[in-house]
T-cell receptor, first 118, second 112 residues
Framework: AQTVTQSQPEMSVQEAETVTLSCTYD???????LFWYKQPPSRQMILVIR??????QNATENRFSVNFQKAAKSFSLKISDSQLGDAAMYFC???????????????FGTGTRLQVTL | DAMVIQNPRYQVTQFGKPVTLSCSQT?????MYWYQQKSSQAPKLLFH???????NEADTPDNFQSRRPNTSFCFLDIRSPGLGDAAMYLC???????????FGDGTRLSIL
């Protein structure tokens, strides 16, 4: 079974600074997807960024980028130019790319709560 | 806007009293999921529907059931809620197998 570990329960960053959230995972599969989801307080979980394991290039979405190290099974999220609106719980998640006839589930880490200070 | 809507946002029920949580979607997605998220824990998949096909996770307690009467709606039934079932329940949809999942706001369930 796959596992996802986020070892930083809480992080803090000053507005306009850069912060990196860590995630490691364990799997025996070679083809899979990794995600970072953002969950603001009392609001819905939204997808921040997606990485396909077969792609060597790190995914980037505006101020959000990842450092994907497949051999090390590491998948960190870098937030540049942090904004107050970035304050949220961030979840790292894994999904198999295998098609078994039914949809694949997301396996989540326990989350990192990010605070953004002035 | 197309979206995933969960009702109610907050639900309080009594120990042992059946409760139903609702999820609807305007995305016309084939797949609907229910996740349980306990305090300070990772969301955990309970089950999902692929069209009308129900797929239960192996460790989901029998106390939890689900219904999907049509493409747009999916319900989570807890037959006899215990104190340990207090959690946030998240509904998600995806267009097809292996596609990105879109989440609702969640229903926070409290047990008295």
């Amino acid at each position: 079974a796959q596992t996802v570990t986020q070892s930083q329960p809480e992080m803090s960053v000053q507005e306009a600074e850069t912060v990196t959230l860590s995630c490691t995972y364990d799997t025996s599969e070679s083809d899979y997807y990794l995600f970072w989801y953002k969950q603001p307080p009392s609001r819905q979980m939204i997808l921040v960024i997606r990485q396909e394991a077969y792609k060597q290039q790190n995914a980037t979405e505006n101020r959000f980028s990842v450092n994907f190290q497949k051999a090390a099974k590491s998948f960190s999220l870098k937030i540049s130019d942090s904004q107050l609106g970035d304050a949220a719980m961030y979840f790292c998640a894994y999904r198999s790319a295998a098609y078994t006839g039914t949809a694949s589930k997301l396996t989540f880490g326990t989350g990192t709560r990010l605070q953004v200070t002035l | 806007d197309a979206m995933v809507i969960q009702n109610p946002r907050y639900q309080v029920t009594q120990f042992g009293k059946p409760v139903t949580l609702s999820c609807s979607q305007t995305l016309n997605h084939n797949v609907m999921y229910w996740y349980q998220q306990k305090s300070s824990q990772a969301p955990k998949l309970l089950f999902h529907y692929y069209d009308k096909d129900f797929n239960n996770e192996a460790d989901t307690p029998d106390n939890f059931q689900s219904r999907r009467p049509n493409t747009s709606f999916c319900f989570l039934d807890i037959r006899s809620p215990g104190l340990g079932d207090a959690a946030m329940y998240l509904c998600a949809t995806s267009r097809d197998q292996g596609r990105d999942q879109h989440f609702g706001d969640g229903t926070r369930l409290s047990i008295l």
